[in-house]
């Protein structure tokens, strides 16, 4: 059974870093795009950071050059480290694994920026 386990999320104030992370039972041969999304209160889910199986990333505009995606094959885990965060950060972060068997979510882990 495919199982994603996220970890990290918290309350830190404007200017602050977090790092996420999603540790999964998948195979790194199996995953084709590993990605962050979040969704924040009364928005849709939002792509933040998508990394390919070749380590190609791409970058929400209202994220780039604060946010990097980055993973450890060794360790089956995706992160996400976040600088200089800003109360428009505040969401549900969710880890999102696009594999050849389908796509695999992450229950999810709740960022709060506050002013």
């Known amino acids: 059974q495919v199982q994603l386990v996220e970890s990290g999320g918290g309350l830190v104030q404007a200017g602050g870093s977090l790092r996420l992370s999603c540790a999964h039972s998948?195979?790194?041969?199996?995953?084709?795009?590993a990605a962050w999304y979040r969704q924040a209160p009364g928005n849709q889910r939002e792509l933040v950071a998508a990394?390919?199986?070749?380590?190609?990333?791409v970058y929400a505009d209202s994220v780039k050059g604060r946010f990097t995606i980055s993973r450890d094959a060794a360790l089956n885990t995706l992160y996400l480290q976040m600088n200089s965060l800003k109360p428009d950060d505040t969401a549900v972060y969710y880890c999102?694994?696009?594999?050849?068997?389908?796509?695999?979510w992450g229950q999810g882990t709740q960022v709060t920026v506050s002013s």
């Open positions: 999102k694994l696009q594999t050849w068997s389908g796509d695999y």
């Open positions: 998948i195979s790194r041969f199996s995953i084709d795009t």
């Open positions: 990394l390919s199986r070749a380590g190609t990333a």
